[in-house]
């Protein structure tokens, strides 16, 4: 225990943002990591019809396109995609980006044997702390439990079990310095899925959460609701329920953001085109990296994607300053828009996505990508 707690204590400060400078802090945004919980082999907590893990990415999708109409807030999520992370991976990540706020997203459940698993309901919030009661003390084993799908995850956590009560003495042990933040955005993430999900109020808890402990900022587990109810699994798996959570854990990280700026003001982005997305930090790549090799011309009835820059009142020539240097743009008409795509045509949206990162988002930070078909823009 003594090895552990040692090792613990050293890898939060060694994995604490270091120093900002001046000229750093007059231009950075406040940072929100999302993370959606589980992925790849790791299904989480699964229902009848849909699962833990494809529910939690659903939703921080969600919340990344709706965090992209605010200035001031930059997002990174752990995964956008359907992959595996280990919990340590998931805080090197957050560390890494040297985020404001953390936000880890998971749906829960009962025990098979409980009398009340068709009928529990209700959202919670956790921080980081020593678990006080027993179905407290069961959510963190079972979103602890993931390590034990690693390869020797016992040396990797030092020796941390998972579903040993003797090892969770170490989050009792552990100061963290960034608990009141974190119980605050807490509550304001309670009350918006109380108030605007609609969702059962279960409080804001503690217990001892590993990915919370390695984060070296304020941090929160979201409980969406319980996919072992009936009732509620139909809301978590509704794109309305998706919506709502979103929006809730949307709202809740825009207040907090405002409470506890960067040093940009947060403000509303008066963005023409309501489809846009941010640009996702983990999936950029060097700038020396090989231009990418996929792009094909568009055959009658294929879906491809472009790479969509801006949007216009008017038309633009092709060589107008506004593209910055830019070539290959092109440009449809939509919603009295003209709406300017730039690098052709891409056979898959992986393709399309590391063009941008590497050629556009330099300088048009809110590109996004479309789908193509036929000489027009689908949804």
Same mark, same amino acid.
């Given at each position: 225990m003594n090895r552990l707690l040692t090792f613990l204590l050293a890898a939060v400060v060694a994995l604490c943002p270091s120093g900002i400078s001046a000229s750093e802090r007059d231009v950075r945004p406040f940072v929100v990591v999302i993370d959606p919980g589980h992925g790849g082999k790791d299904y989480g907590a699964i229902g009848k019809v849909t699962n833990e893990k494809t529910i939690n990415l659903d939703v921080a999708l969600r919340i990344r396109k709706m965090l992209s109409?605010?200035?001031?807030?930059?997002?990174?999520?752990?995964?956008?995609?359907?992959?595996?992370? @280990?919990?340590?991976?998931?805080? &090197?990540?957050?560390?890494?980006?040297?985020?404001?706020?953390?936000?880890?997203?998971?749906?829960?459940?009962?025990?098979?044997?409980?009398?009340?698993?068709?009928?529990?309901?209700?959202? *919670?919030?956790y921080t980081l702390g020593l678990h006080r009661s027993n179905a407290n003390f069961e959510v963190a084993k079972?979103?602890? @439990?993931?390590?034990?799908?690693?390869?020797?995850?016992?040396?990797?956590?030092?020796?941390? &079990?998972?579903?040993?009560?003797?090892?969770?003495?170490?989050?009792?042990?552990?100061?963290?310095?960034?608990?009141?933040?974190?119980?605050?955005?807490?509550?304001?993430?309670?009350?918006?899925?109380?108030?605007?999900?609609?969702?059962?109020?279960?409080?804001v808890l503690q217990a001892g959460f590993w990915v919370l402990l390695a984060s070296a900022m304020p941090a929160a587990l979201v409980e969406l609701d319980f996919i072992c109810n009936p009732t509620s699994e139909q809301f978590l798996h509704s794109v309305k329920g998706k919506e709502k959570m979103a929006r809730a854990l949307t709202d809740a990280i825009v207040k907090y953001a405002e409470a506890h700026p960067g040093t940009m003001p947060v403000?509303?982005?008066?963005?023409?085109?309501?489809?846009?997305?941010?640009?996702?930090?983990?999936?950029?790549?060097?700038?020396?990296?090989?231009?990418?090799?996929?792009?094909?011309?568009?055959?009658?009835?294929?879906?491809?994607?472009?790479?969509?820059?801006?949007?216009?009142?008017?038309?633009?020539? &092709?060589?107008?300053?506004?593209?910055?240097?830019?070539?290959?743009?092109? *440009?449809?008409?939509?919603?009295?828009?003209?709406?300017?795509t730039v690098g052709g045509d891409f056979p898959t949206e992986d393709a399309a996505e590391r063009y941008a990162c590497k050629s556009v988002r330099g300088k048009f930070p809110k590109a996004f990508i479309i789908k193509w078909r036929d000489g027009q823009r689908i949804d």
């Open positions: 109409e605010y200035n001031g807030i930059e997002v990174v999520l752990t995964r956008s995609t359907d992959t595996f992370l @280990s919990l340590q991976q998931r805080a &090197d990540i957050a560390n890494a980006a040297q985020g404001n706020l953390f936000v880890s997203v998971h749906v829960n459940s009962v025990d098979r044997r409980s009398k009340n698993r068709l009928t529990v309901k209700g959202a *919670s919030v079972r979103e602890n @439990s993931v390590m034990e799908l690693e390869p020797d995850f016992s040396t990797t956590y030092q020796g941390f &079990d998972p579903n040993s009560t003797e090892s969770y003495i170490i989050f009792e042990l552990s100061q963290n310095k960034h608990l009141t933040q974190s119980i605050n955005f807490a509550q304001m993430a309670q009350g918006e899925l109380v108030k605007t999900a609609g969702r059962a109020d279960r409080g403000s509303k982005n008066m963005v023409v085109d309501e489809a846009s997305e941010p640009f996702d930090m983990e999936e950029s790549e060097p700038e020396d990296a090989a231009a990418p090799e996929q792009k094909s011309a568009a055959t009658k009835g294929a879906v491809t994607y472009r790479v969509q820059i801006m949007a216009c009142d008017r038309r633009l020539s &092709d060589n107008s300053p506004e593209f910055k240097g830019l070539k290959n743009v092109d *440009s449809y008409r939509q919603g009295g828009f003209y709406k300017y």
